[in-house]
């Protein structure tokens, strides 16, 4: 068809092919103000509010640098571009200012003219054609894109974050002591001793120097007590004590000097799952299956709070020294914010839709990070406000940690481990454990995970009974192992139109 046969045969089919366009609209005639931003604000207030839904249904298929002169015959197109082309070229001519959302929709023939050098100057803030599919007519639309919002066929507005470059890491050590599951890690502030608890019922104290080089000497000494698996360990800073909790309902605190317990904690009316010691006040805080979260005071052994409100097992806790100074993670998916003066619950976050297993938090910023089958979900403490996502580890995540160079670590029950950039979110290595010789396939899984206190070591309790220790690839480099933007890129422009 060519042109001659598209264009208007009279201005009569020039006003039906207006109304089409413009139909649901009302007058462009706006009153004159004294004031030119208010003139302009009311013309683009008019226009976005009745030709916005038009702009969301273009398709979006961009063009060269066309910019549609307005149709001679249509009187309301021809009012409404006059004030803008006129509001434009007022507003260039004075001192630059931030430039307004401007949003334009012209009817154009195709065999209308270009717009004039001097109207496309004063208009050049409007740089990008969309095309309008319409009946009988070839009609385009005009917009800004820097400030609409974009549809989802496009995404030039995504600001990809670049991640920062960390070295892989490989398996360096393999220690076979336990009997049963190795169930929790924790570390002594010295780096001089790590402690590891199993489902043997024993507590195994390591020389970590000794362990990293797998001498036959690093284990120090098996402390048994606990008529159930030991499912969480702690160091005190302060005091020469290490914490133990277990399913048997109990909780220790170890004397390291004499190797004997010195107290014990009642309450739990259930398994005790998690254990942690608040940073500054002698206080210690444990959870477990009857829902509740217990604050102790650790040499009275007095029960200083009861936390209560999930409705099923409190798998994960951490400990701050600001508020709030309390968080726990649930098996019911939620995860509660408590104020530990007042005893209650600050705030309780449900993104989650599975069972919430393990939390962390790294030194370096007051965020926290918690896991999930699901997904790992990135959160600013302070307040609870949900960060971003961390996809990609399709597991029941077990363990998680982080170091001081932001590296987290995720590892699930069937064995995988995933590592990323904290700060971005990219997944920058993907490995899985190998269950050591005699073990079945199905005992390949991760249920404790931590940094050494420089960082540079990871140690992972896993369930083939083994202790594993990890270390950074010394080889690697950007070279070698390089930042995979491609996919990076890929994965962000997917979570971005997800969102939309």
Known sequence: MTDNQLAPKSASSSRKRSRKLFHNCYDFTVDNHDNESIQKASVLRRFSHHYYPFLSQTNQQQQPDILCEKSKTSNRTARFVDEFLLLQKKEQQSPPQQQSTAVVALAASPNDSMVPPSSTAAASAVTTVHSIPSQGTDSRILVDPSNMRQNSHSFSSVSIPRPQWHAPWQLSTVISSHLGWVRSIAFDPTNDMFATGSADRTIKIFDFAKACVGANDALKITLTGHISPVRGLAFSPRHPYLFSAGEDKMVKCWDLETNQVVRHY???????????????????????????????????????????????????????????????????????????????????????????????????????????????????????????????????????????????????????????????????????????????????????????????????????????????????????????????????????????
Request: glycine letters at 8%.
């Open 266 to 500: 009642h309450g739990h009316l259930s398994g005790v799952f998690d254990l942690k010691l608040h940073p500054t006040l002698d206080l210690l805080v444990t959870g477990g299956r009857d829902a509740v979260a217990r604050v102790w005071d650790m040499r009275t052994k007095h029960q200083v709070h009861c936390l209560t409100g999930h409705d099923n097992t409190v798998g994960a806790i951490l400990t701050k020294s600001v508020d709030p100074q309390i968080i726990t993670g649930s098996y019911d998916s939620t995860i509660k914010l408590w104020d530990l003066a007042a005893g209650k619950c600050m705030t309780t976050l449900t993104h989650h839709k599975k069972a919430v297993r393990a939390l962390a938090q790294p030194s370096f910023e007051n965020t926290f990070l918690s896991g999930a089958a699901d997904v790992l979900k990135k959160w600013q403490a302070k307040e609870g406000r949900f960060i971003q996502n961390l996809s990609g580890h399709k597991a029941v995540i077990n363990a998680l940690a982080i170091n001081e160079d932001g590296v987290v670590v995720s590892g699930a029950d069937n064995g995988s481990m995933n590592f990323w950039d904290y700060k971005t979110g990219y997944c920058f290595q993907k490995t899985e454990t190998v269950a050591q010789p005699g073990s079945l396939d199905a005992e390949n899984g991760i249920y404790a995970a931590s940094f050494d206190m420089t960082g540079t070591r990871l140690v992972t309790g896993e369930a083939d009974k083994t202790i594993k220790i990890w270390k950074m690839n010394e080889d690697a480099s950007e070279l070698t192992h390089p930042i995979d933007m491609k996919g990076w890129r890929k994965k962000c422009l997917t979570e971005a139109r997800q969102r939309k």
